[in-house]
């Protein structure tokens, strides 16, 4: 179970260090640049120890596949980004594969 806990953080600090770098502008301003370095950081450094239990396919598929979701959420929610008809029918897509390799793979540690 703690693996799924070191994944869950590790997506949460990237979607956190993925938003901040628009505002980082270029490395330009410190504040945003320190949340993006330190979010990447910890984002790949709590990966790497879900790799211990968690096939490397797997593990980068439901983090990349979850960070994508909330990245695009926060772009709507925080930058006023437009999400459309086929931009939702591709993020529910994402959700449902992330959900198929969750539920059913039999590589998953559960």
Do not use: C, N
Request: proline share 3%; charged share 5%.
């Amino acid at each position: 179970m703690q693996q799924w806990i070191f994944l869950a953080v590790a997506i949460v600090s990237e979607v956190i260090a993925t938003s901040f770098l628009k505002s980082a502008e270029g490395f330009t301003r410190l504040w945003p640049s320190l949340i993006v370095v330190i979010g990447y950081l910890l984002a790949f450094y709590l990966l790497s120890l879900t790799l211990k239990t968690i096939p490397v396919g797997v593990a980068y598929a439901i983090w990349s596949g979850v960070g994508i979701v909330l990245i695009a959420l926060s772009g709507w929610l925080f930058l006023g980004q437009l999400l459309d008809t086929p931009a939702l029918i591709g993020l529910a897509l994402i959700i449902a594969g992330v959900a198929v390799i969750s539920v059913f793979s039999r590589t998953v540690v559960h």
